[in-house]
């Protein structure tokens, strides 16, 4: 099998992105990994923190292992300010550059899957560009019909229905197309890019104990059973709609690939308490590998030297065995 090239993006200029990417540089990564950043930036960075890092301007992804110590850049520059904490609209262009370009170069085969540091939604946004997330925005740019976010933390997988939805609009959107939809990727994608070959999925109800026969709502009789009994015809292992409360425990965590939740606030509260700062966030449903962070910017922490990379090297760790997971026998 053929090493793996890993784009990785710096994220957030004023975050601790920078900070991670120079952190890993350190570790013996078994991929090619090139940064998507401003190198000034990245120096700089390295200097405040104490970190003796070579920085190095590339114009296309290193072909061999990557070397600890060094951090290959492909440079994508900055317009605004430089200052750990203190965020610039005049940066949100470079924060999209970055990800464009991972995005196109997965697509056109330069990079076979790309690792995002966070971003900040809302400086983007105050730009005057509509950003709602790395899921939404990937999927518009490789043309991915419906991504379905997925976290994962040692063998605990997590994925969504919905995603940043108001609570009260939820239910409205769990519609038995959608549903549909989310659960044949969710399968597609375990079986094609994790290796395993019939998946077997427990999903939750939406409401308290899974409606309670219909008196605690009508959405699992309506909806979710029938979506579910549709798709075991057709050969998926789907076990539910099962309470939310309990789907979580040991027994109904034995044997199970992946618990798909109906709602944000539903299941990730679960893996985060299971995994936080060790828990992969990861992109079902498109034509590339995108795997993130579980965090956010932790503005308060950049150029300190306190932000911890584990979650960013579990998901490098993560899109290097999706990547080879993906390639056709030699």
């Keep these: 099998m053929s090493l793996p090239r890993l784009a990785l993006t710096a994220g957030e200029p004023a975050g601790i992105g920078p900070d991670l990417c120079l952190k890993i540089a350190a570790e013996p990564l078994d991929a090619a990994v090139v940064v998507l950043g401003d190198p000034q930036l990245l120096r700089e960075r390295a200097e405040q923190l104490g970190l003796s890092v070579a920085v190095q301007p590339v114009t296309a992804v290193p072909t061999g292992r990557h070397q600890p110590g060094t951090l290959p850049v492909l440079p994508v520059p900055l317009a605004g300010s430089r200052a750990p904490g203190q965020l610039d609209t005049a940066n949100a262009a470079h924060v999209l ?83 549909e939809r989310v659960i044949t990727t969710l399968d597609r994608d375990l079986r094609a890019r994790f290796g395993i070959q019939r998946p077997c999925i427990r999903v939750c109800g939406l409401n308290p104990h899974a409606g309670e026969g219909g008196h605690l709502g009508r959405e699992e009789i309506e909806v979710i059973e029938p979506v579910l009994a549709r798709l075991r015809d057709q050969g998926l292992d789907l076990d539910g709609p099962l309470p939310a409360d309990t789907v979580f425990t040991p027994r109904h965590l034995a044997g199970a690939d992946a618990i798909l939740a109906m709602y944000h606030d539903q299941g990730l509260p679960v893996l985060k308490h299971a995994g936080f700062g060790r828990a992969v966030n990861i992109t079902l449903g498109l034509p590339i590998i995108r795997t993130s962070v579980d965090h956010g910017t932790a503005l308060d922490l950049a150029g300190t030297g306190q932000a911890e990379a584990g979650s960013l090297l579990e998901a490098i760790a993560q899109a290097r065995r999706m990547a080879l997971a993906t390639q056709s026998p030699a």
């Design 97 to 179: 550059a970055l990800l464009e370009g991972a995005a196109r170069g997965c697509l056109q085969g330069e990079f076979d899957a790309v690792v995002t540091a966070p971003v900040h939604k809302g400086v983007i946004n105050e730009a005057g560009h509509v950003f709602s997330g790395h899921t939404e925005f990937f999927a518009e740019q490789t043309g991915g019909q419906l991504p379905v976010m997925m976290l994962a933390a040692d063998t605990l997988r997590v994925a969504l229905v919905t995603t940043h939805l108001p609570l009260r609009a939820v239910a409205d959107a769990i519609t038995a197309e959608r549903l």
